[in-house]
C-alpha cells in the first residue's frame, strides 16, 4: 500500500478547490468554467500543472495553480508547509 504521509490531495466541487495535506485543508475560488481535475502532471513545491476537465469542452486542458500566494495570504508559512510533501494526486472523496 503506498504511504500517503507525503502527499497532498487536490480535488474540487463547484468553482472551489480543495488542496489537502494531512489534517489542513486550503480552500480557494477558481473559475466557473472548472468541472473536475483529472491528473497531476507536475508538483514543483508549491506549483502545480494539472489537466481538468472544463464545462462545454471535450478535450481535457492544462491549468496552473500557484499555491504560494494562497498560503501567504493565509499567513501560512510556504516552506514550512510545502516541504513534506513529495507529491499530489487528484482525489474526490
Known sequence: MKNT????FL????????????DRVITFLTGKRLEKYK???EWDNG?????????N?????EDYIDLLPILDNLYIEPEEFLAPIKE???RYD
Open 5 to 8: 504521509l507525503n502527499t497532498a
Open 11 to 22: 480535488s474540487n466541487n463547484g468553482e472551489y478547490t480543495f488542496f489537502k495535506f494531512r
Open 39 to 41: 491528473k497531476i502532471l
Open 47 to 55: 506549483y502545480i500543472v494539472v489537466l481538468c476537465k472544463n464545462k
Open 57 to 61: 469542452e471535450d478535450k481535457l486542458e
Open 88 to 90: 499530489v494526486e487528484v
